[in-house]
């Protein structure tokens, strides 16, 4: 089973007793050195590279952002990692929690995508990026958790169809931020199960151990964080992922990612 954290290569204190086996590693600020302390951890290792960065106003289908992702691509790759997965690979940046009605929140047309089919256009290049990779790394995304019967014109405005994606990567991470997404943590193994039919691939689940946005108060508890956790890892999901060790140490929580891991 992978147990997994979502990790800076700057903030590791106390990483090494949480029992993770497997951790995936913010791209952005990762270097050389980062890269070795990480090595002498003996985990599988997997980076995160941004497509769209948070809060940027940008269009996945400009050539500017395309061709910077194909750089953050290269540079991931000269680190040899196990996998990658690919951030925001989609029509809007920040929409952990959208849903139909607020549709707004994503990507508006701009003169890069007027008049073209969203799914087709990403799926278009997600094949080109798993071209480019080819096969030197695992490539996946991290998935919105949206059901296509819960939102049904969603996937078309961000331009993601878990069926057609499926058969472009490897490996999908969908974020089941249960209380952002306002759903219970039951939600998440049913959630893993329908992105695993939907897209026949791996599927590693992503889940909070804090309340997000950074501005609320967090009231997720021990008993929540185990529940979550548990739900996360029930068949067919490949494991679990928690989002992040700065969290945990922010809130003096690692030692109940440690309790979860060692006991599994
Ligand atoms: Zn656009």
């Known amino acids: 089973m992978i147990k997994s954290i979502f990790v800076s290569s700057k903030h590791l204190q106390g990483i090494e007793n949480s029992g993770a086996n497997h951790l995936v590693v913010n791209g952005s600020d990762l270097d050389n050195e980062g890269w070795e302390k990480l090595q002498g951890l003996d985990t599988r290792l997997i980076i995160s590279v941004n497509a769209i960065e948070k809060g940027e106003e940008a269009c996945i289908l400009d050539p500017q952002i395309q061709k910077r992702l194909l750089d953050r691509l290269d540079k991931a790759l000269q680190f040899q990692p196990e996998g990658i997965l690919i951030d925001r690979l989609r029509f809007g ?19 890069f995508c007027q008049g073209k089919d ?89 889940i909070q151990i804090k309340n997000m946005p950074d501005d609320l108060e967090d009231n997720i508890t021990e008993e929540e964080i185990a529940a979550a956790f548990n739900e996360a890892i029930k068949y067919p999901s490949e494991g679990i992922c928690f989002f992040w060790w700065a969290h945990a140490l922010e809130k003096n929580k690692t030692s109940i990612i440690g309790k979860l891991f060692c006991s599994h």
């Not at 940046?93 to 003169?111: L, Y």
């Not at 329908?194 to 791996?202: D, N, Q």
Request: charged letters at 25%; a positive charge; one cysteine or more.
């Open 118 to 206: 969203r799914v087709d256009t990403l799926t278009e290049f997600g094949k080109q990026l798993s071209k480019y990779v080819n096969g030197r790394s695992k490539l996946g995304i991290f998935a919105v958790a949206f059901k296509d019967d819960e939102a049904p014109k969603l996937g078309q405005v961000l331009g993601v169809n878990y069926s057609k994606l499926g058969k472009v990567f490897d490996l999908f991470s969908p974020m089941l931020y249960h209380q952002m997404l306002q759903k219970p943590v039951t939600y998440i193994s049913d959630y893993t199960k329908w992105i695993s039919e939907k897209t026949g691939k791996p599927i590693l689940p992503i």
């Open 93 to 111: 940046g920040d929409c952990t929690d959208i849903r139909d009605e607020d549709i707004s929140k994503a990507h508006q047309v701009c003169q």
